[in-house]
């Protein structure tokens, strides 16, 4: 009895040691009599109790790793301490189990090397603008160093770029006096477009003023010429009626009586306006000169009309 519980005790170490469940994302590398043997993908595996042993497991998921900061020297010799972080993935177990005897390590000093190489060949001013060079170029030189441990180098980020404390600052009064020169600047674009805003709107104004007047000149001609025409045209009217009126039976009586009026309000006129009155000497030319007006009149009367249109 004790025989057989002692082979069931063997036959239940031997099953558990034989199966081997691997998780999702997960690689174990088994070594049989200390050679490498398989390695296991996730799921259920079976192995040789006490003749396979898994000697190596990775995780193949996507591994952050921080680089350490350390100073690098600039092409022209300035101390700037850098820091970074790496995403690695083991892609090849077996390469990862014995490429390397300890391949993060070897990832992060390769990392550091080459950072010093590349922003040694860079001026200060430019690591700060070609970040993204920078981590190409690292992750470059990394990815064909580690596809002998298995390791596909995925991305590489600068974290903080520091430069000393006195070049910190000298790049900050740069940084204020860059952004006083560019207010200033800006201050006198709109000064100076201010200036060519207000010449405009007197120039407009100026032609609109002008233009103004030059109508109004226009229409005050226009109103003189039209009151001249309605002067002319009433006068011409009132000669018109004055002369069919002397054409009527007494008409001669009548204009010898308004020129004789006429003739003696102009000289009573003289009279008002005057100390001194200058009177012809022969009082008879003033019936002379009622006779020529009449004659004028009687004349008029002989005229043949005008012809009707």
Same mark, same amino acid.
């Not at 025989?3 to 069931?8: A, E, M, Y």
């Not at 690591?127 to 298995?150: C, K, M, P, Q």
């Given at each position: ?12 170490? !031997? ?8 998780? +999702? ?6 070594? #049989? ?18 003749? %396979? ?25 300035? +101390?700037? $301490? ?12 077996? #390469? ?16 550091? $090397? ?11 001013? #430019?690591? !700060? ?49 860059? @952004?006083?020169? #560019? ?7 709109? @000064? ?10 007197? @120039? ?10 030059? +109508? ?20 011409? %009217? ?13 008409? %001669? ?21 005057? $100390? ?24 008029? +009367? ?8």
């Amino acid at each position: 009895m004790e025989i057989v519980l002692v082979l069931l005790v063997i036959a239940a170490l !031997f099953v558990v040691r034989s199966i081997k469940v691997v998780p +999702q994302q997960h690689a174990w590398v088994v070594e #049989r009599l200390g050679k490498y043997h398989v390695t296991l993908s996730p799921g259920l595996n079976f192995v040789v109790p006490f003749v %396979d042993r898994v000697a190596h497991t990775h995780s193949l998921k996507e591994i952050p790793l921080d680089v350490p900061s350390q100073v690098c020297i600039t092409k022209d010799n300035t +101390q700037l $301490t850098v820091d970074g972080i790496l995403y690695f993935q083991v892609t090849e177990a077996m #390469r990862a189990s014995y490429g390397s005897s300890n391949y993060i390590v070897a990832i992060t000093q390769l990392a550091q $090397t080459t950072l010093r190489s590349v922003i040694g060949k860079m001026e200060l001013d #430019r690591t !700060f603008e070609e970040r993204a060079a920078i981590n190409a170029a690292v992750v470059d030189a990394l990815d064909e160093a580690a596809v002998n441990w298995g390791v596909k180098v995925l991305r590489y980020e600068i974290k903080d770029l520091t430069p000393p404390g006195e070049i910190l600052h000298a790049m900050q009064a740069q940084i204020t006096a860059e @952004r006083e020169k #560019r207010a200033l600047i800006a201050a006198s674009e709109g @000064r100076r477009q201010e200036q060519i805003n207000i010449a405009t709107g007197e @120039r407009e104004a100026a032609i609109a003023r002008s233009e103004g007047a030059k +109508q109004a000149e226009i229409n005050k001609a226009q109103g003189e010429a039209a009151a001249i025409e309605a002067v002319a045209e009433a006068s011409a %009217d009132a000669i018109r009626t004055i002369a069919a009126a002397i054409r009527e039976p007494g008409g %001669d009586a009548a204009v010898q009586l308004k020129v004789a009026e006429r003739a003696i309000e102009a000289y009573a006129g003289l009279a008002r306006s005057s $100390t001194a009155l200058v009177v012809p000497g022969n009082l008879s030319e003033v019936s002379g000169l009622i006779a020529s007006a009449l004659n004028v009149v009687q004349h008029g +009367q002989k005229a043949p009309a005008p012809p009707k249109p």
